[in-house]
């Protein structure tokens, strides 16, 4: 999984479209995907964050393992 910021807009972008996009999120959520895009969301042990988050964990006090 790249965190690059580019490559998680692209993943975005390819999910706004989607018909199952509400149900691939909730799958994700369902299971705790450890990381991803799914739903047009950034996942990361199993909750939505923001890009900044994961850039940079300090902004919302978050520590990822």
């Known amino acids: 999984f790249s965190e ?3 490559k998680i807009a692209q993943a975005k972008s390819i999910c706004a479209e ?3 996009r509400e149900s691939c ?3 994700a959520l369902k299971r705790r ?3 991803g895009v799914w ?3 950034l996942v990361r ?3 939505v964050v923001t890009l900044a988050e994961v850039v940079n964990p300090e902004v919302a006090g ?3 393992d």
């Open 4 to 6: 690059a910021p580019g």
């Open 18 to 20: 989607c018909p199952i």
């Open 25 to 27: 999120l909730e799958g």
């Open 33 to 35: 995907e450890p990381c």
């Open 39 to 41: 739903g047009g969301e």
């Open 45 to 47: 042990n199993g909750h």
């Open 62 to 64: 978050v520590v990822f």
